[in-house]
């Protein structure tokens, strides 16, 4: 089965046909389904075929047209379709679990001998917190890939709405713990997660460098010399006219820090997933064509079975209206064994 979007209908159809899947969509949409071998996040982002934004705030597909108005979708409202990431061809087993803040460390070792792990947090829980701080200190974190989205909403709903999760052992929106499915492979199969990242380090910036681990950063140094990171985020903004993201080399790994808020009263800055201790940022050098990075470098792989983007790719790459050849949902934040920010991460099955 593709991973695209499809009507309440056939969703649950899927479910009863007993199918293993990562749901996205709406709180309406997701309200609505059986119990089942499923788990689901909220997000209002989202590429099949074209990219489309609509009246709700939820991805759609389809095509201009002229007479029957924008976006015309098969037959269905917007707010009736789902994303469905399918992974039933590969599961042997499955088991699904919601986890809190007090045991999601253990979410690796709950896992298979041989498989993978799926994921989803609402944004600014106490689970996805625990999870971005503490995710790669957890044991047994690398046996298998650990791999989902952080569920959201709108960019201009952030604060008032609250971003839930659901799984199929109760079918219930929840804002407060993770939706974890796991999923043994057969013998002959085995689990891998790629990270990619369509920008690089800006040559001209400062070396910025922070003192502990957290989301919200106060005290930092620029090449070595004592700052505060609101102060520099403000003067790099006063020479290109906005705030820079932040970008590391994490063992050959480029990861970018997306910013999410800086507050110069209270001269501290909040990002989307934290910055971590130690490690050396730098300003990004951002690529000038999204699109045609996703559409060259996807279509080289060939044994994805799901994508998880960040929404930042959407909205700077003005994905609405164009077309990416490989679907799958943009979040506010994709998970790589950690949380990470403007992204790409990819799962991928491949014979023993």
């Known amino acids: 089965m593709k991973n695209k979007l499809y009507t309440i209908k056939e969703v649950t159809d899927f479910i009863n046909q007993g199918k293993v899947m990562l749901l996205t969509g709406s709180d309406k949409t997701l309200a609505h389904l059986p119990k089942g071998k499923w788990i689901a996040g909220t997000g209002p982002y989202v590429m099949d075929g074209i990219g489309k ?37 590969y599961a042997e087993e499955v088991r699904i679990e919601e986890l809190d803040e007090n045991n999601i460390h253990e979410i690796a070792k709950r896992g298979y001998e041989n498989g993978f792990v799926v994921v989803t947090f609402p944004i600014e829980s106490k689970v996805y917190t625990e999870f971005a701080n503490n995710s790669l200190n957890y044991e047994d974190i690398f046996n298998n890939p650990v791999v989902g989205y952080v569920s959201g909403c709108l960019f201009e709903d952030i604060g008032k709405v609250r971003p839930k999760i659901a799984t199929g052992i109760n079918g219930k929106l929840t804002d407060s713990k993770a939706a974890v499915m796991y999923i043994k492979l057969p013998a002959n199969k085995i689990a891998r997660t790629e990270i990619m990242n ?26 070595g010399k004592p700052a505060n990171i609101a102060d520099v985020l403000e003067s790099i903004k006063a020479k290109i006219g906005y705030y820079p993201q932040l970008i590391t080399d994490m063992n050959g790994a480029l990861v970018n820090r997306d910013i999410k808020i800086v507050d110069l009263q209270k001269k501290e ?40 983007s960040c929404a930042s790719y959407f909205m700077a790459g003005k994905f609405e209206g164009k077309t990416i050849d490989f679907n799958g949902v943009y979040a506010f934040g994709e998970i790589g064994y950690q949380l990470l920010n403007k992204t790409i991460v990819t799962l991928e099955i491949d014979e023993v």
């Open 53 to 89: 934004i609509n009246a709700d705030g939820y991805g759609i597909k389809g095509k201009f047209d002229q007479k029957a108005g924008p976006y015309v979708v098969e037959q269905a409202q917007p707010s009736e379709l789902i994303f469905v990431d399918d992974f039933t061809d």
């Open 198 to 223: 369509f920008d690089t380090i800006n040559p001209d910036s400062p070396q910025i460098v922070f003192p502990k681990t957290s989301f919200v950063q106060t005290d930092c140094t620029v090449d």
């Open 269 to 308: 800055v909040s990002f989307f997933s934290p910055v971590y201790e130690g490690d050396v940022y730098a300003r990004v050098k951002e690529n000038d064509n999204y699109q045609k990075c996703f559409n060259d470098q996807l279509v080289k792989k060939k044994n994805v079975i799901a994508c998880f």
